[in-house]
T-cell receptor
Framework: GEDVEQSLFLSVREGDSSVINCTYT??????LYWYKQEPGAGLQLLTY?????DMKQDQRLTVLLNKKDKHLSLRIADTQTGDSAIYFC???????????FGAGTQVVVTP | DGGITQSPKYLFRKEGQNVTLSCEQN?????MYWYRQDPGQGLRLIYY???????QKGDIAEGYSVSREKKESFPLTVTSAQKNPTAFYLC?????????????FGPGTRLTVL
C-alpha cells in the first residue's frame, strides 16, 4: 500500500522561508494534500495538488511536485509565529478519498 | 455555520469500560471517517463509511465499533477489547466520489484511560 514519509521537525526564523518535504511510494497517487494542525485541534486543509501539475501557488504557500521522484514539498514564504504547527502530507489514490497520511512535520518558528 | 463537531473534547475512561465518541456533520457529506492520532505518528484510519447503513474497517479497526444510522452522524465506540485506547481521535467527512473535495476534520476528542 501507499507509504508517506516526512521529516519530523523543522526550525525556522521568523521572516525566513520554510520548506517541508514529503515522499510517497505509490506512483498512482492522484491527489496530494497539505494539512496544518495546531495544538489540540483538528486538521485544516492548506492546499492540494493534482498529480498532473508540477507547481501550485496560493498566497504565501507554494507546492512543488516531482512525480518522477515521488517528492512533494510545501514552501511557506515569510514564515510567521502563527505558522508554528504540525504539517501533514497526505496522498490519495482512490476515487472516494481514502487518504494515507505522513507522520507530520513539527514546524517551530523562532523570533 | 457548516462543519463537523466532536464531543466531548476530553474523555476519561476506566479500564474495562466502553466509551462512545460523538461525531456530527452538517455539510451534507456522504462519507465519514474515524482516525486515531498518536504522538509522532500520522493519522491511522479506524473505520470509514461511504453511505448510510454501510461502513468498512480501516487499518486498525480491532477493539472499535461504529454505526451509521443517519447521514450526519458517525459515532465511534472504543471497547474494552482495545488494548491501548489512550489517543487523540479525529473524525472527518467528505463528498463521496469527489476526491478533490478533500476531507474536513472535526476538532478531535482526547481519550485517556485511567
Amino acid at each position: 500500500g501507499e507509504d508517506v514519509e516526512q521529516s519530523l521537525f523543522l526550525s525556522v526564523r521568523e521572516g525566513d522561508s520554510s520548506v517541508i518535504n514529503c515522499t510517497y511510494t505509490d506512483s498512482s497517487s492522484t491527489y496530494l494534500y497539505w494539512y496544518k494542525q495546531e495544538p489540540g485541534a483538528g486538521l485544516q486543509l492548506l492546499t492540494y495538488i493534482f498529480s498532473n501539475m508540477d507547481m501550485k501557488q496560493d498566497q504565501r504557500l507554494t507546492v512543488l511536485l516531482n512525480k518522477k521522484d515521488k517528492h512533494l514539498s510545501l514552501r511557506i514564504a515569510d514564515t510567521q509565529t502563527g505558522d508554528s504547527a504540525i504539517y501533514f502530507c497526505a496522498a490519495s489514490t482512490d476515487s472516494w478519498g481514502k487518504f494515507q497520511f505522513g507522520a507530520g512535520t513539527q514546524v517551530v518558528v523562532t523570533p | 455555520d457548516g462543519g463537523i463537531t466532536q464531543s466531548p473534547k476530553y474523555l476519561f475512561r476506566k479500564e474495562g469500560q466502553n466509551v462512545t465518541l460523538s461525531c456530527e456533520q452538517n455539510l451534507n457529506h456522504d462519507a465519514m471517517y474515524w482516525y486515531r492520532q498518536d504522538p509522532g505518528q500520522g493519522l491511522r484510519l479506524i473505520y470509514y463509511s461511504q453511505i448510510v447503513n454501510d461502513f468498512q474497517k480501516g487499518d486498525i479497526a480491532e477493539g472499535y465499533s461504529v454505526s451509521r444510522e443517519k447521514k450526519e452522524s458517525f459515532p465511534l465506540t472504543v471497547t474494552s477489547a482495545q488494548k491501548n485506547p489512550t489517543a487523540f481521535y479525529l473524525c472527518a467527512s467528505s463528498t463521496w466520489g469527489a476526491t478533490t473535495d478533500t476531507q474536513y476534520f472535526g476538532p478531535g476528542t482526547r481519550l485517556t484511560v485511567l
